[in-house]
């Protein structure tokens, strides 16, 4: 028989299918609960607030761009910085499509949007660390002198990431009219976006945003 999962899990797991139906704006602590099959009280024993099982959401149960980003800076092995940056971007591209539907709703409710920033800054986290975590995988490639000395490894980060960004939200917006799903971790086509035509675009985007970004800094 399978180990039953412990509450934290079970509310994380909940979260997690709440949050990309419903949206953070009208997902409430309650409904958390209540789908894992837990008081709110007990929810409460574990976690803060809804934006701590947010956090760990983004952490435990969304395609991270921090732990792959903190791998390359300790040690890229024999990948070059295009791979490495084409890593990355495929990556992003697929933790960006997976979180657009999940906090978008927070933009048209300023109250709840100024809520949520407090509470990620209470715990240190936000948006910007995927641009902070890469700039700095950028500065060690810089030191090991595999980019350019001059390069501004801060506004690099911000173009790869920046790209990747913006091809989410047009996949989301596009809703399969022109660029249907992100690449998933591990493959190369699968699930993997499309230029109107059926052939595979989502590996190419990403290592052309590579390829560009690294013709700047390289």
Known sequence: MPTPKSTPARILDAAHGLL??????????????RAAGCSEAALYKHFANKEEIFVRVLKERLPGVGPLLEELTADPGERTVEECLTAVARRAMDLYAQTLPIAGSLFAEPALLRRHREGLAELGTGPHEP????AR????????GRIRADADPEAAAALLLGACFQRAFFTAFAE?????????????AEGAGTDGTGTDRTGDFAAEVARTVLTGIG
């Open 131 to 134: 641009r902070d975590q890469l």
């Open 20 to 33: 990309r139906t419903t949206g953070l704006a009208r997902t409430t602590t309650k409904e958390i609960a």
């Open 176 to 188: 399969g009219t022109e660029t249907e799903g992100t690449e998933t971790e591990g493959t190369e």
């Open 137 to 144: 995988y950028l500065r060690r490639e810089r030191d090991r």
